[in-house]
């Protein structure tokens, strides 16, 4: 496999990444700011964002997008509507956009009205009713209305690859939380003073910044490997490379989460530190489709 990018996937993670930069919340109070809600979600839709598998775009192009809005915390539906549409697209050419039903709810719902739930081979529609609990606070979980409605069947081939995806997406998400947390924990050690000098000049908030950064490029080279395989391999094999890659990323990003929380000190536990949002983010792409090692060390997909 050759993970460089082409120009025009650079082109797609530039264009997310100037999507998330701009209109992102760059702090907790901005999570409230219902004016820029809006401005992102128009945006969001008119961009296409949402269709990427029903426009023809790869794994690693969804992988891509997906990586860039985890990292802005972008908190409009994403994640959810473009699995349900990497589904939906092999029984409607539509482009609606729903949510993905995860368990019994349903997830990055904000504003939806319809659900797709797989049950086996079957792909089954239910309306979406009042919020459900979760711990993010940038994606919204939602209960689902029963009964639910079917509407078509796929082949095992295609509900695998949308497997693949569907764990594929939730590891970008985790990176892009990563390299998020990342960033705020390094520009606060550039600049928080301690014994007359920045805190980052310490080798023992160096050194943590430092593992910090080499489990993201761990985590980096199992995801692209990952989203590769989703097109080009068995869908066996994507899905073992795609859960190899789960359970690496969810274990990085904690790690990197928790450590940037401990890098801001005493500030990293209060309210107004953005780095609990990006740690409530990583724990919930970590259990949208949870994978354990047993699974991997049993060969398992």
Known sequence: MDVRLTNEQQQLRDAAAKLADDLGPGSVQDLDDATRVARLEKTVAAAGWRELRSDGA????VAI???EFGRG????PFLGPVLADDLRRHLADDQQTWAIGVGDDAFDATGLTRALVVRDNSILAADIGGPAEGADLTRAFATLVEPYEQIGELSAEQVERGYALALVATCADLVGTSRGAQAAAVDYAKLREQYGNTIGSYQAVAHLLAESEALIEGSIS???HAAWAV???TPAEA???AKIAKIYCARAARTVCETAIQVHGGIGNTWECIEHVYLRRALTSTELFPVSLEEIDLGLS
């Open 231 to 233: 097109d080009e391999l």
């Open 65 to 67: 997008v997906a990586e």
């Open 58 to 61: 790869s794994a690693v192009e």
């Open 73 to 76: 915390l972008v908190d409009v």
């Open 222 to 224: 199992v995801l692209r």
């Open 239 to 241: 899905v073992r490379a």
